[in-house]
């Protein structure tokens, strides 16, 4: 599934009729995208457009915001960007010049006018009511129907960040604000069923799949009957029983709960551990997260493992420990580690880096132990933020999702 089909079908979730550009002529604010948000298509420039203009009232009811969208960035007296498609979408972003950045706002709208999200975002001092006075930091919302969606401690999107923040944050959040779909990660074993049946996920909460669907021959493609899978998916929550109804598949994942009986004790370990994790406090939906915000283990790689620990690649040379099992057990590696991937083999040869220690604990198949303490959740494979010498040669113990 390529990336812009998984966009342009979860925009199709979104209802057509949910702004107020119903009743007008059909226009196409694609046509705005390369331009400036001042630069006129066929004489009118984007915020001239009543299209735009009603959206963003419909958006949000805040009048300071609405001026800082239309009339701060439509009369150029905000720092903008050229404005970029999102699949079936528009994408504006711009910041107030006098804040260096630190106030700033975003409007994602869709191809025809009639549906809107801003998003607004400031920095907000130590002690106020709004940070719980636990320290200064950037908080932004995200605004529709008039109303706040989602919340999060970081920046509106920039034109490089929209696409993952849209298809994984924005949107999945718009859609269950709305009643429709709801983002899910689906654990647990996969049984597979025909007719009427269908298919389960079983585990960590329950998700089903129609029988002789599309979303079932994604999800088998990456696992089998009985294998532990981790579906990364938009499930529609069905009104007579509750259940998790899976409509669209984001990623595969099958963890391997058996390692190989052959291989050495680094491909064997590597069963449990190759993946790429989040700090457990976290989770795995962090926005626009990049390589050196996880840990990346691979250490089945044929080309010499490694582990990146955030922002360190760390070689490894060796490792010792508990028989693998799925009961749980304890590894230590050594490692040497350096700034970048381009250090390997002075790594291995010992010509970088200085020998170091790292423990790791698995005790299921979703989570492990860094050190003993810190845990580990593992996380669908993104390419956004899997770092390239990882996806490179990816293990067995995954299934990578071309979407």
């Avoid at 997260?289 to 490694?306: C, D, F, Q, T």
Wanted: proline share 5%.
């Amino acid at each position: 599934m390529k990336r812009a089909l998984a966009i342009a079908i979860l925009l199709a979730a979104i209802p057509a009729n949910a702004g107020p550009g119903n009743a007008q002529e059909a226009v196409d604010l694609r046509s705005y995208a390369g331009r400036y948000p001042w630069d006129p298509v066929e004489g009118v420039p984007f915020f001239d457009n009543p299209a735009v203009k009603g959206a963003v009232t419909a958006a949000v009811a805040d009048a300071d915001i609405r001026q800082a969208v239309l009339a701060e960035t439509g009369g150029g007296r905000a720092v903008s960007f050229p404005m970029v498609a999102v699949g079936d979408r528009l994408y504006m972003n711009a910041f107030d010049a006098a804040s260096a950045g630190d106030t700033s706002w975003g409007l994602l709208i869709s191809a025809d006018g009639t549906d809107a999200a801003v998003c607004f975002s400031t920095f907000v001092e130590a002690g106020t009511k709004e940070e719980g006075g636990s320290g200064s930091s950037i908080r932004s919302s995200w605004y529709a129907d008039g109303e706040v969606f989602l919340t999060g401690k970081f920046p509106c999107p920039a034109n490089d960040e929209i696409e993952d923040a849209a298809q994984y944050r924005v949107l999945p959040a718009l859609a269950t604000a709305r009643g429709a779909l709801q983002h899910e990660r689906c654990f647990g074993v996969l049984s597979t069923g025909s007719g009427m049946a269908g298919s389960s996920i079983t585990g960590d909460g329950a998700c089903f799949i129609s029988a002789d669907s599309e979303v079932q021959d994604l999800v088998t493609h990456g696992c089998g009957e009985g294998d532990i899978c981790l579906v990364e998916a938009m499930v529609e929550v069905a009104r007579d029983d509750g259940r998790n109804l899976i409509r669209e598949v984001l990623s595969v994942n099958r963890v391997v709960e058996e390692p190989q009986a052959a291989g050495s004790y680094l491909q064997q370990v590597g069963g449990f551990f190759d993946g790429v994790y989040a700090d457990g406090e976290d989770g795995c939906d962090m926005p626009a997260a990049s390589a050196n915000e996880r840990v990346s283990i691979h250490l089945s790689r044929k080309a010499g493992p490694a582990i990146q620990l955030r922002d360190l690649y760390c070689a490894v040379t060796d490792a010792t420990g508990d028989a693998p099992t799925p009961e749980g057990f304890q590894s230590t590696f050594q490692i040497r580690c350096g700034a970048s991937p381009d250090e390997d083999a002075a790594l291995r040869s010992g010509a970088a880096g200085s020998p170091d220690t790292i423990r790791l604990g698995a005790s299921n198949t979703r989570e492990i132990s860094l050190q003993g303490t810190a845990t580990l959740l593992r996380c669908p494979i993104r390419p956004s933020y899997t770092p390239q010498w990882w996806m490179s040669e990816p293990p067995s113990n995954v299934l990578l999702m071309d979407y």
